[in-house]
């Protein structure tokens, strides 16, 4: 943790702690970028990236926001070249070994939400071992969307309702929002208050569509890389500076 990351290791005094977001949600976005302007391969800006987010997990922790889901991999992700896919897989499995028993010790709760059916098998493996050994952990709940598409899995779910129907487990009319979202990948898990953006770009690009239906959302212009906890601060000001009306007066 630098200098700055310390200062910063408890809620900053002009929050409300009553009024913080129960779920962060993040779309990683810039890494390239900023390994251009570094002068170096797109691929080891994924690899400082991956830093950011070590630090963002612990300072939800800190600060006393139960959430934290990721934007990992998405189904359009396999559109990149191959050597910075493959180097995304390892990433990811690195990660985890490295990472895992530091996890366990700080009670993180790990969650991989997507079509995990079409990642490498050692990766597959290294996150079934990290959903099951932190199952029972009750600190922040980090969900990690890999391979994971919005519209991929709405139309799974609705698949999966069609076939109870089709079954006679379920009647037509029986169909609402809760059933809905018991078929989801994120089914038990709150919907996020707030979704952070980086690199200034204006869309969700297919994350979380059902989920986001309500949640804030903040863009900055920081690439992911240069992604900080006083970053992190600013957009938590400006949360607490929305009027979150849910369609009431």
């Not at 991999?73 to 390892?90: H, I």
Request: hydrophobic residues 40%; neutral net charge; proline residues 4%.
């Amino acid at each position: 943790m630098t200098a700055k990351q310390s200062l910063l290791s408890k809620l900053p005094p002009d929050l409300d702690r009553h009024r913080l977001p129960k779920h962060v949600a993040v779309i990683m976005d810039g890494n390239g970028r900023w390994a251009n302007r570094q002068g170096l391969a797109r691929i080891m800006g994924h690899g400082q990236g991956a830093d950011s987010l070590k630090d963002l997990l612990r300072c939800c922790q800190d600060w006393g926001i139960p959430a934290l889901t990721a934007y990992a991999f998405s189904t359009e992700n396999w559109q990149r070249p191959l050597e910075e896919v493959e180097f995304l897989m390892t990433l990811i499995e690195r990660v985890l070994r490295r990472e895992l028993a530091q996890m366990q010790e700080e009670n993180v709760k790990i969650r991989f939400v997507g079509d995990l059916s079409q990642l490498p098998l050692s990766l597959q493996e290294e996150i079934e071992r990290s959903m099951r050994e932190t199952q029972d952990n009750r600190g922040v709940q980090f969900t990690v969307a890999t391979n994971y598409g919005g519209r991929q899995e709405i139309l799974q779910a609705c698949r999966a309702i069609a076939a109870q129907v089709k079954q006679g487990k379920i009647d037509v009319d029986g169909i609402d929002e809760q059933l809905f979202e018991k078929q989801l990948y994120t089914a038990g898990i709150p919907h996020p208050d707030l979704l952070i953006r980086t690199s200034g770009e204006m869309r969700i690009s297919n994350f979380l569509l059902w989920q986001m239906a309500y949640a804030e959302i903040y863009v900055t212009n920081t690439t992911w890389p240069d992604f900080t906890r006083e970053d992190f601060h600013q957009a938590l000001i400006a949360y607490q500076q929305r009027d979150r009306r849910f369609g009431k007066i």
